[in-house]
């Protein structure tokens, strides 16, 4: 398991913040587990019901006389 500081590191690497002083005071194994639960929130593949790269391109809308 991680060390409080290893977490904070992570955490910061995930979530972009400091660990919460509420967060920071559960057990280690909550902390890596809400770890976890950000690493596939954030780094999710974009799937086929919120679009694909394709939908990210530029569509020209204007019609051509």
Avoid: C
Avoid at 23 to 31: F, G, S
Avoid at 37 to 48: A, D, L, N, T, V
């Amino acid at each position: 398991m991680n060390s409080l500081k290893e977490l904070r590191a992570e955490w910061k690497s995930v979530y972009g913040t400091d660990i919460p002083p509420h967060i920071a005071r559960l057990p280690l194994i909550v902390i890596d587990q809400a770890l976890e639960h950000g690493r596939r929130k954030f780094q999710q593949p974009i799937s086929e019901t919120l679009g694909n790269d394709d939908s990210l391109m530029f569509v020209d809308t204007h019609k051509q006389h």
